[in-house]
C-alpha cells in the first residue's frame, strides 16, 4: 500500500486484510454522490457474498433448524441496521468519499451509505484477490454475533415474536403506523410507530425499508412487553 492510500491503513487492519490493489478499495468507499467510478456495482457481489458467507455459517452452526429459521436468522444478520452496525465498529465512515450535498446533510452517518459501502467492500476484496479472502472476512466481521444467538429466541423474527406474545396473553396485535417516509425509491428511510393498544406501550424504529422500521420498533416493544409483566408479577407476589 502506498503513500497516498495510507490513509487506509487503519481500516484494512480492522478489516485484517490489506489490499494489493488500494484503488478497489477507494472505489468501494465512494458514494455516486461523489462520482464516478463509485461503488454501486461493487455492492451487487458485494451482497451475494455477504448472504451466502452467513447462510453457511449458520446452516453450520445450527443443524437442527429449519430453512425458514435460518431464512430469518440470515434477515436479521445482512440487513440495513447490521451493516451499519459493523461500519460503525470499523469506523468506516471516516474513509467515505461523499458529495457535496451528502457530506452537509451527514451521509458519513447515514445508515445506507454505511451499509452499501461495507457490501462493497466485500466485493472489493473479492476482485483485488478472490471469493475465499472476502468471505473470511465476511466471517470475522460475523463470528461473534452468529455465536451469541439464542436459536430458541430469535429464530423467529421481531414481529412474529410480538405476535406470539400477545396471543398468548389474549391481547389485541399490533399497530403500526408510518410517521415518515424519506429519500428517493433506490434509498428510502422509514419511521414506524407500533402501538399495542391496550396496554401503555408505544415504541418507534427506523429503517432503509417500512419492514425493517417496522422490526426495530417491535424488538422495542417486545422488550417494554417483557418488562410490563416482570414488573406485574413482582407486584402480585
Known sequence: MNQQD???RRLCTALDYFFEKPELLRQAMTHRSFGMPNN???EFIGDSILNYTVARMLFDQFPK??????SRLRANLVNQNTLA??????????YLYLGEGELKSGGYNRPSILADAVEATFAAISFD???????QVVRRLYASRISSID???????????????LQARRLALPRYT??????????????????????????TGEGGSRRGAEQQAAEAALQLLE????????KTS
Open 6 to 8: 495510507n490513509r487506509f
Open 40 to 42: 454501486e456495482r461493487f
Open 65 to 70: 433448524l429449519s430453512e425458514g429459521e435460518l
Open 85 to 94: 452496525e459493523i461500519a460503525q465498529e470499523l469506523k468506516l465512515g471516516d
Open 129 to 135: 484477490r478472490d471469493f475465499q479472502a472476502a468471505e
Open 151 to 165: 436459536p430458541t429466541r430469535h429464530a423467529k423474527d421481531a414481529k412474529t415474536r410480538l405476535q406470539e406474545a
Open 178 to 203: 408510518i410517521l415518515a417516509q424519506n429519500g428517493e425509491a433506490h434509498e428510502q428511510s422509514f419511521r414506524v410507530q407500533c402501538d399495542l393498544g391496550e396496554l401503555p406501550i408505544i415504541t
Open 227 to 234: 418488562q410490563h409483566f416482570a414488573a406485574g408479577k413482582k
